[in-house]
Nanobody, 116 residues
């Protein structure tokens, strides 16, 4: 199994940027699809971005080019670069690690408030 822990969340103002990190405790990090999801109060959880074992990336439609996901297999880390943050972006952002068996391993999440 794998454990993941997010970091980097914090208060930002609209228009600013933030980079989230997620470190996975596993000997097989390269075998996991790593993803970022977010959930705001009263809203459904939604995909922000994920990156596959071969580097294939997916993004939620709301991202519109503002966010970028990357991974460093040498550091067992996946990153989410968030630019031009909007008031609609605040949420708890959670990291996930999943294999083709469909089992998701979730981190505890990191809160990203977007406010002046």
């Amino acid at each position: 199994q794998v454990q993941v822990v997010e970091s980097g969340g914090g208060l930002v103002q609209p228009g600013e940027s933030l980079r989230l990190s997620c470190v996975a405790s596993t000997d097989s990090f390269q075998d996991y699809i790593m993803g970022w999801y977010r959930q705001a109060p009263g809203k459904q959880r939604e995909l922000v971005a994920d990156i596959g074992v071969g580097g294939t990336r997916r993004y939620g439609d709301f991202v519109k080019g503002r966010f970028s996901v990357s991974r460093d297999n040498g550091k067992n880390t996946v990153y989410l670069q968030m630019n031009s943050l909007k008031p609609a972006d605040p949420a708890v952002y959670s990291c996930s690690a999943t294999r083709c068996n469909g089992v998701f391993n979730w981190g505890p999440g990191t809160h990203v408030p977007v406010s002046s």
